[in-house]
């Protein structure tokens, strides 16, 4: 049985892509756990032919190192930046690593469903095993199968539970209706429904290619209230067009809920160009956005105490999922 503290100490090592939230993760140990944390110091640049250089600023040797870094645009930078951080702690001589990614990319291409094409989900959790992750923790991926693709242990956390509550604390319940973006989310609807209380609805949709066209609406919507839910947001179409066929059928209010803001593209155009048909759009910083990019109407939840108390729970040899049966 392992020993509590037997890494050495709580370190905390920032990518360039959530440097805010790693601040926030950070002031969570130190204030509610009193566990004095800091970031570490280092130098992370790219020379003039685009390649990416790491230093640490200070010595992680025998320490239990936390490198925190997202998968937000410019993706194939930041995995390489992720990449090449670890390998970095690696050849420090730190005690354990652990990979802390709130949104992986590529967990689109988890399987070969056209001939001749790649599995990059399966080639991405080997390139984060091959630099030094000894584990990792991320957030909601969209395919949970994800997990065997690793042969390291990780804690694939949800931000179901906080965002469940916000909404309970702030929503009138009792004309409510959950319903999905689409039938792939059919799982995650009914977990929202049963949270809540509330009836469940769904959109199906057909996919050509790489567009999602919205079908038709399985279940009962007419003079609800709707909480419309998925995992993520990349381009806003799949929500646009459901909240036309919601509005068709006679929906009433409606919010928006789902963890990553990948905002792509067109996604915050389209949004805004739904203008107050949407009464609130719900979601995690597990993508950082300048707030002034952000809508009036967007409620942005914070994942630094989730993800704070899984690395001291991980740090302390405490059980993780025993957050979640409190």
Not at 2 to 13: C, N, S, W
Not at 150 to 178: C, K, Q, W
Not at 252 to 278: K, M
Not at 296 to 302: A, E, G, R, W, Y
Request: hydrophobic fraction near 45%; charged fraction near 20%; aromatic fraction near 6%.
């Amino acid at each position: 049985m392992r020993v509590p503290g037997m890494y050495g100490d709580i370190k905390l090592l920032a990518g360039t892509a959530c440097e805010t939230l790693a601040e926030e993760i950070a002031d969570y140990l130190t204030t509610a756990c009193g566990i004095p944390v800091t970031l570490l110091d280092r130098e992370i640049y790219k020379f003039a032919n685009d390649n990416t250089f790491v230093q640490l600023g200070e010595s992680t040797r025998g320490q239990d190192v936390y490198l925190i870094q997202t998968m937000d645009r410019p993706v194939n930078d930041n995995i390489m930046e992720l990449l090449i951080t670890l390998d970095a702690v690696r050849r420090d001589s730190a005690g354990r690593i652990t990979a802390v990614i709130p949104y992986m990319s590529y967990t689109r291409t988890d399987k070969k469903d056209l001939p001749r094409t790649p599995i990059t989900a399966r080639l991405l959790a080997d390139m984060i095993q091959v630099a030094g992750a000894d584990r990792y923790i991320t957030i909601d991926l969209h395919a949970l199968q994800i997990q065997g693709f690793f042969s390291i242990p990780g804690d694939v956390l949800s931000a179901f539970h906080m965002m469940s509550d916000y909404v309970m604390r702030t929503h009138e319940l009792s004309n409510l209706t959950v319903c999905t973006v689409d039938l792939g989310f059919a799982k995650g609807g009914r977990n929202w429904a049963h949270a809540l209380g509330t009836p469940v609805a769904f959109v199906e949709k057909k996919r050509t290619g790489a567009v999602a066209t919205a079908m038709a609406i399985v279940g009962d919507v007419k003079g609800r209230d709707i909480l419309l839910v998925d995992d993520e947001v990349d381009t806003g179409g799949s929500v646009y067009r459901a909240i036309e066929l919601l509005d068709e059928a006679g929906a009433r209010r409606i919010s928006v809920a789902f963890t990553h803001p990948v905002f792509s593209g067109p996604a915050l155009e389209r949004l805004a160009a739904i203008g107050d048909r949407v009464d609130e759009y719900i979601f995690t910083n597990t993508i950082e956005h300048e707030p002034a990019t952000l809508l009036p109407n967007m409620t942005v939840l914070s994942v630094a105490d989730l993800l704070g108390e899984v690395i001291r729970r991980a740090h302390q040899g405490i059980s993780v999922g025993a957050m979640f049966q409190d």
